[in-house]
């Protein structure tokens, strides 16, 4: 049976990402410390700066609040 792919919380990725937008350590550095690939961390990186800009978008507000109605019923 084939390894299955490890699964991180969003929470980290943010925190491995930022960590890598910082700019104090490398890649390689940044890699060794969290015990993944260097890729895994780019990629990361790029997709929280591709979402960041719709984090602060008023439809997505609008989102949030429906679904928090919609929770409360």
Known sequence: MGRSRKNYPAAWKVQVALAALKG???LAELA???EIH???IQQWKKHLLSE???LFS??????ERET???QAE
Do not use: G, H, V, W
């Not at 008023?58 to 989102?63: A, E, G, L």
């Open 38 to 40: 260097p890729n895994q």
């Open 52 to 54: 960041a800009p719709s």
């Open 32 to 34: 060794s410390k969290f």
């Open 68 to 70: 928090e109605e919609l």
């Open 24 to 26: 104090d350590k490398t």
């Open 58 to 63: 008023s439809r997505r507000r609008k989102t």
